[in-house]
């Protein structure tokens, strides 16, 4: 139950992260936005892992070091300038809905990259992302 808690307050993190990034677009181009962005989630999440296991942060094994830096690029510098750029560009509900598409990527990387298998729940459910993608840009 703690996981989707969670879960839900990071969703509504996201959600208010990009009326703020569309507020912020107004002023200073998508790239400013994604360096302030960076910098200051760099200094929170740094602050906040110190607090939390300062010792564990140098404990991280060398062989998943690779994943660790692959994930840190793709997400923070290269996903946030294109979602900030999105969002400057098709407004935050179009933008954060093809942006709530990441399950449909994480599945195919998940089966392709994990060994992992799919039911037909998440067949399903894949289904109903593609449907709604198809919604949202269907509508000019």
């Keep these: ?7 839900i307050l990071a969703g509504a993190g ?9 507020l912020s677009v107004q002023h200073m181009r998508p790239i400013t936005v994604t360096l ?7 200094v929170m999440t740094l602050a906040a892992a110190s607090a939390i296991d300062g010792r564990g ?4 094994a060398a062989a ?10 793709l997400n923070f510098p290269a996903g946030r300038l ?3 750029t999105g969002v400057s560009l098709a407004g935050v509900s179009r933008a954060s809905l093809i942006v709530g598409a990441t399950p449909l990527f994480a599945l195919v990387l998940a089966v392709v990259l994990g060994g992992e298998s799919v039911n037909a729940t998440t067949i399903a459910g894949t289904l109903a992302i593609i449907g709604g993608l198809a919604l949202v840009l269907s509508q000019q």
Excluded: D, K, Y
């Excluded at 139950?1 to 879960?7: E, F, P, Q, V």
């Excluded at 302030?36 to 760099?42: D, E, K, N, R, T």
């Design 57 to 60: 942060m140098v404990g991280v």
């Design 1 to 7: 139950m703690l996981g989707i808690a969670l879960s």
């Design 14 to 22: 996201f959600g208010a992260t990009a009326v703020i990034v569309r």
């Design 36 to 42: 302030v962005s960076i910098v200051a989630g760099a």
């Design 64 to 73: 998943a070091l690779p994943w660790f830096l692959a994930a840190g690029l």
């Design 82 to 84: 294109l979602n900030f």
